[in-house]
């Protein structure tokens, strides 16, 4: 019982899904559609698969025995080229070349289909290098063969069907050599791993599929051999009939001729051969399985992951007329992207245009003067740009959405734990660096990012305690501290709690807005930063009192405050630091008073 259901599920499994590698992927090919699934330069699977011409509308002269085998043969040719040059474009280079400009230029100029042109001319370089290669070469030596050794027909024929073979397999050898190449061969061999488990009846994941052999009854190497062996029959029958066809030019003419029938044959034997595991037919299948031992190697998890991408949309497209066609998303230039991003971001209100700027910058590891320019960027890049403009277009800041903005020359981690650093913020640490040196204890009061730690730590060596309420910004400005390599050390606790010791200086940035002012912020503002950090009280100076009134028992005897403050509170806080402080406002660089400097 168990045997008969073993056979019963194999046969029930068989498929006539075939398949060919390309350049870092797989193509299977079944009855109603074709699919190619290719690991791009980022890792990312992609897939693209069309539906074949329904085999109703097909002439029923090419459906013949031997006329099929010739019309898949050249078919096959062209369908196998052009994907390669599709993977080839998916995967390929990232820089846009001046062969592709002339491409452009061409098709505006002649009004022609470049890559018709280009696959055209592949199919007869490819061709006519496989004739040079396996007719001409071969037909030159059997001429020297009967000349030196006999001029029997069959032994001239067998002849040169063994240089053929000699030829192929040595091909074969010298090209497993090359990396890329052999490459190619391992995701051959997931393609015949994968369609073998699914012959058996096996769920098609990577360790079903690694346990299956690499070679295939079906294999194109085996039709490759079966072609040899084909000739040398034809040839010989061929010549017997029409001996008046089998000397000088007339004998490679009449081969060549030939060609399209030999295929047709080749493809019916291998066809047959494919449906029988009988041990009297297994030596004519011999020769081809043992060279698909170097056509094919055996592939890593993720060539099999894509060979089964490839097989499970196939598999669909047989079974579904209505399982949607899928194209390669390609590189696109990056200035392409970036006006692509603009336009997304004007439609959704952000008239800031820089803000695509910074995205694409962040999306594809590119500077602002770079992403001006016709550099392709992949596939992954663009999905990332296109999602962080979707995030950006829901309200949420910029600099959340990209998890980082730039601070005094240092890239800081931001999320919705701190408030976003603010240019006015750089211009307080810049003031302030002008006296600090590396001798000098410094406190930072509030330091959500860490931002003004980080800077003045770098640009000065002091040494520099980082204390604020909250833990989340605490985590942030660790991870900040860490990412920088600086010796910052923090302390939990809100405004002076928990500091210890006298300082040289103490900077602040502390909340200041207005309670009631709160509601009329930005929705980027009130929506999604700390409220713990802007809410400064009724007023908007709560933090400044506390600081005029502590800040002078953590301060050396000439030791200096530098408090960043709101529009028009200046004077307000100065007013609370005058009794103790010799006290100076200073204009940021469009004028307005946004520092409040301090001497004990």
């Known amino acids: 019982m168990g045997k008969k259901q073993t056979k019963k599920n194999k046969k029930a499994c068989k498929t ?16 109603s559609g074709i699919a190619t699934a290719v690991r791009d330069s980022d890792g990312v699977i992609r897939l693209e698969a069309d539906r074949l011409k329904p085999q ?48 452009k230029w061409l098709s505006k100029t002649f009004k022609v289909d470049i890559m018709s042109v280009v696959i055209t001319i592949g199919v007869i370089l490819g061709l006519a290098f496989s004739i040079g290669l396996f007719f001409v070469i071969p037909h030159f030596l ?63 994941t990577v360790q ?39 000397n000088g030019f007339l004998k490679l003419v009449s081969k060549l001729a030939l060609l399209p029938l030999v295929a047709g044959l ?14 009297l037919v297994y030596p004519l299948k011999l020769p081809g399985l043992l060279i698909q031992r170097i056509t094919t190697r055996e592939p890593d998890d993720d060539m099999i992951e894509v060979a089964i991408t490839a097989f499970n949309k196939v598999l669909k497209m047989d079974a579904d007329a209505n ?69 950006r277009l829901s309200g949420r800041p910029l600099w959340y959405v990209l998890g980082e903005c730039d601070f005094y020359g240092y890239t800081l981690k931001v999320d919705e734990r701190t408030l976003i650093p603010r240019p006015e913020t750089e211009e307080l640490v810049m003031r302030a660096c002008d006296y600090i040196r590396p001798e000098h204890r410094v406190l930072d009061l509030c330091t959500g990012s860490g931002a003004i730690a980080l800077a003045v730590a770098k640009k000065t060596g002091a040494k520099v305690v980082a204390s604020d309420i909250s833990k989340g910004a605490l985590a942030v400005a660790e991870e900040n501290f860490k990412k920088h390599d600086v010796n910052v050390s923090v302390i939990h606790g809100d405004m002076f709690e928990n500091i210890r010791g006298k300082f040289d200086f103490i900077l602040s940035n502390p909340p200041y807005i207005k309670n ?31 600081i005029a009134q502590q800040a002078k028992d953590y301060l050396k005897k000439g030791g200096m405050l530098f408090l960043e403050v709101g529009f028009d509170q200046a004077q307000a806080v100065k007013n609370l630091l005058v009794k103790n402080y010799t006290v100076e406002i200073i204009k940021d660089i469009n004028g307005i ?3 409040v400097k301090a001497v004990l």
Not at 60 to 68: E, G, N, S
Not at 517 to 535: H, S
Request: with cysteine; charged share 30%; hydrophobic share 40%.
């Open 16 to 31: 006539s899904i075939g398949g060919q590698a390309v350049l870092e992927g797989v193509m299977m090919r079944g009855k």
């Open 142 to 204: 059997g001429r020297l063969f009967s000349s030196l050794v006999t001029e029997k027909l069959i032994w001239v024929n067998l002849f040169e069907g063994l240089i053929r073979i000699l030829i192929f397999v040595g091909y074969v050898l010298l090209t497993s050599l090359m990396k890329d190449i052999r490459r190619t061969y391992m995701y051959h061999g997931a393609e015949h791993k994968t369609i073998t488990a699914y012959e058996k009846g096996l769920k098609l």
């Open 323 to 391: 399982e949607p066609c899928e194209k390669f998303r390609m590189p696109e230039k990056v200035c392409d992207l970036t006006e692509r991003i603009k336009t997304t971001l004007l439609s959704g209100g952000i008239e800031e245009i820089s803000e695509a700027d910074w995205i694409v910058c962040y999306a594809s590891g590119l500077n602002r003067g770079e992403i001006k320019g016709e550099k392709l960027v992949s596939v992954k890049v663009s999905e990332t740009a296109e999602r962080l403009a979707k995030e």
């Open 56 to 103: 109703e509308k097909v002439s029923k002269i090419a459906k013949l025995p031997v006329i099929r085998g010739m019309v898949n043969f050249f078919s096959s040719m062209v369908t196998g080229v052009k994907i390669l040059m599709r993977s080839a474009e998916l995967y390929g280079e990232e820089e846009q070349s001046e062969s592709s400009k002339f491409e």
């Open 208 to 246: 079903n599929v690694r346990k299956c052999k690499r070679v295939h009854d079906r294999c194109g190497t085996t039709f490759m051999f079966l072609v040899m062996i084909v000739s040398i029959l034809v040839f010989s029958v061929f010549g017997a009939v029409f001996p008046m066809l089998t």
């Open 266 to 279: 080749s493809y019916e034997l291998l066809k047959l051969l494919s449906k029988t595991d009988s041990f």
């Open 516 to 546: 009631v002012d709160i509601a009329e912020l930005q929705n980027e503002v009130k929506n999604y930063e700390p409220n713990l950090a802007l809410d400064g009280g009724k007023d908007g100076l709560d933090y400044y009192r506390i």
């Open 593 to 595: 008073e946004r520092i």
